[in-house]
């Protein structure tokens, strides 16, 4: 699925409401590790194959976004950051 093909199955973009959130909506702990909560725990729940960006024509799965994400940490650990 493309994300134009998402967009097709959405009312018209002038019909959404306005999402506005409260920051006490949402509880966090202290520490949080955001790529193991959105990442991890979702290719975890076999999720893998499942789109986790749309992005223009473009369709990421976590599993591509997995791979990814390893690349840029291992090419970011090998500078010394």
Known sequence: MTYNDFLKGLPP???WGERI???SDFSYPESLNAGVELLDRNIERGFGARP???FHDQVITYN????TVGKMSNALASLGI
């Open 13 to 15: 973009q002038e019909m």
């Open 21 to 23: 959130y409260y920051t």
């Open 52 to 54: 986790a960006i749309y």
């Open 64 to 67: 591509q976004l997995l791979e």
